[in-house]
Nanobody, 114 residues
Framework: QVQLVESGGGLVQAGGSLSLSCAAS????????MEWYRQAPGKQRELVAG???????NYAGSVRGRFTISRDNGKNTVYLQMNSLKPEDTGVYYC????????WGQGTQVTVSS
C-alpha cells in the first residue's frame, strides 16, 4: 500500500506556471510507472503525463511541450512542472501509481484564469 499527497495547486493567470508535487508514503523506487491525471468540471478524468522508473515519459497531446513530469526516487516524490498554462488546464490534478491495485492521491486544484 502507498499513500500519495499532492501539493502545489492554486490560482494562476493564463500564461503562468505552477509546479505540483506528489509525495509517496514509501519508497517509489520499485514502482515502475507514476502518473498525473486531471479532471475538469463535468469531464472524465484524463491522463496528463506518466514517467517510468527508468525516466521514460509520455504526455497528453494537449500538454506536450508545456508540462514536464519528473521523479526523485530518493525523495519518493513525483513532480509536474506546468508552464504556459491555459484556462483549459483548469481542474483537479491527481497523482497515481500504476500498481495493482492502483492508488490515487486526494487531488490538488489548479485554476487558470483568462
Amino acid at each position: 500500500q502507498v499513500q500519495l499527497v499532492e501539493s502545489g495547486g492554486g490560482l494562476v493567470q493564463a500564461g503562468g506556471s505552477l509546479s505540483l508535487s506528489c509525495a509517496a508514503s514509501r519508497s517509489i523506487f520499485s514502482i515502475v510507472t507514476m502518473e498525473w491525471y486531471r479532471q475538469a468540471p463535468g469531464k472524465q478524468r484524463e491522463l496528463v503525463a506518466g514517467i517510468t522508473r527508468g525516466g521514460s515519459t509520455n504526455y497528453a497531446g494537449s500538454v506536450r511541450g508545456r508540462f514536464t513530469i519528473s521523479r526523485d526516487n530518493g525523495k519518493n516524490t513525483v513532480y509536474l512542472q506546468m508552464n504556459s498554462l491555459k484556462p483549459e488546464d483548469t481542474g483537479v490534478y491527481y497523482c497515481s501509481v500504476l500498481t495493482t491495485p492502483r492508488y490515487w492521491g486526494q487531488g490538488t486544484q489548479v485554476t487558470v484564469s483568462s
